[in-house]
């Protein structure tokens, strides 16, 4: 009986008293439970993965549907843009044309009144250079008798 012998019989005693303690049940029953854990936690995450390609794809149609909606909002406002500048220049254009005509009015006006000036200017001086005339050629009976005429004529038109 040498120390191999111990040495067996002592390893034999062992792999008995593990046998006998169940030692190989409970490593295999804690194995099959780390082997449900991980089925389990592996469940979970191709859940989860999927839960997240699902929000995924939500989130997606959702941006694209704002995109679409913000392209429909810039449209708007440029077309609103546009119809805002059409009206402003329209607006503008009948402005200056009512400044125009209201310019050419005035215008005229001026035109008529510097020609009534001119007119009555002319008036003026054709009547000062008749009275002129009048005085060198006439006396005073042929005043007298003009001046009397004139004021018949003038009450006669009058009545």
């Known amino acids: 009986m040498d120390a191999s012998f ?8 062992f792999f008995v008293l593990l046998a006998y303690l169940k030692v ?3 490593m295999a029953k804690a194995l099959d439970e780390r082997a449900d854990k991980i089925r389990d936690e592996l469940a979970e995450a191709k859940r989860l993965r999927e839960e997240a390609q699902h929000l995924l794809a939500e989130y997606q ?10 392209a429909a909002i810039v449209a708007a406002a440029e077309r609103e843009a546009a119809a ?22 005035k215008i ?24 002129k005339v009048l005085a060198k050629k006439t ?15 003038v009450k006669s038109r009058l009545n």
Do not use: C, H, Y
């Open 61 to 70: 149609r959702k941006r694209k549907e704002a995109e679409a909606e913000a």
């Open 6 to 13: 111990f040495a067996l019989v002592a390893l034999v005693l």
């Open 24 to 26: 190989p049940g409970m």
């Open 139 to 153: 006396d005073d009976a042929v005043q007298q008798a003009l001046f009397k005429s004139s004021v018949g004529e």
């Open 84 to 105: 805002l500048t059409a009206e402003a220049k329209q607006k503008t254009e009948e402005f200056v044309a009512r400044r125009n005509a209201l310019s050419e009015q």
């Open 108 to 131: 005229k006006q001026a035109e008529t009144e510097a020609v009534n000036a001119v007119r009555a200017a002319a008036v003026d001086l054709a009547i000062a250079a008749a009275e």
